[in-house]
């Protein structure tokens, strides 16, 4: 399973943009790029995913590098309830299907 | 709400003992995984199946089992547990198992505590 790599944890200020970075150097061309966040005592939820193109949608963007070896989750004006643990998960389609969950990048947001 | 039910949401037990964890996918999804969170850590996947058969399968134990039922329901079986078991157990549910899933829908978890 192609593995990704995430800072442990990151600050910002409320109402300024956040860019959570997430390495992912063995990115397979089958491989999806999905971000998940889990919020305090709650399930995870999905945030956005992509493979090659940029994406936007009303929680956030994902910035896909050429080379696809990194990207970074957008999160365009934080708010205190966007405090949680940020997952970055390489979906492989061709094969087994599995989610790979890291230990993700938590992040604190300040008022 | 994700419309993924998981019951029971607490559960304590003794080592050695065996209990079943029990989830409800959104309404139309075929697919459901299992993944276990101790404490601060990271989720860990257990298992997937998709319309009864499974499909994938991660860092489960020999002490663990799950199967997917016709009406698509899933439960996770738990048995001779110990300490280390204790853990919150989150299952997920998606339209479809293969190559276009996007999105995951996941419960709230099942809390297991073994003392």
């Known amino acids: 399973d192609a593995k990704t790599t995430q800072p442990n944890s990151m600050e910002s200020n409320e109402e300024e943009p956040v860019h959570l970075p997430c390495n992912h150097s063995?990115?397979?061309?089958?491989?999806?790029i999905h971000w998940y966040r889990q919020l305090p005592s709650q399930g995870p939820e999905y945030v956005i995913h992509g493979l090659t193109s940029n994406v936007n949608n009303r929680m956030a963007s994902l910035a896909i590098a050429e080379d696809r070896k990194s990207s970074t989750l957008i999160l365009h004006r934080a708010t205190l309830r966007d405090a949680a643990v940020y997952y970055c998960?390489?979906?492989?389609?061709?094969?087994?299907?599995?989610?790979?969950f890291g230990t993700g990048t938590r992040l604190k947001v300040l008022a | 709400d994700s419309g993924v039910t998981q019951t029971p949401k607490h559960l304590i037990t003794a080592t050695g003992q065996r209990v079943t964890l029990r989830c409800s996918p959104r309404s139309g999804d075929l697919s459901v995984y299992w993944y276990q969170q101790s404490l601060d850590q990271g989720l860990q996947f257990l298992i997937q199946y998709y319309n009864g058969e499974e499909r994938a399968k991660g860092n489960i134990l020999e002490r663990f089992s799950a199967q997917q039922f016709p009406d698509l329901h899933s439960e996770l079986n738990l048995s001779s547990l110990e300490l280390g078991d204790s853990a919150l157990y989150f299952c997920?549910?998606?339209?479809?198992?293969?190559?276009?899933?996007?999105?995951?829908?996941f419960g709230e978890g099942s809390r297991l505590t073994v003392l």
């Open positions: 063995t990115i397979s061309g089958t491989d999806y």
């Open positions: 997920a549910s998606s339209v479809a198992g293969g190559p276009n899933t996007g999105e995951l829908f």
């Open positions: 998960i390489l979906r492989d389609y061709s094969g087994t299907y599995k989610y790979i």
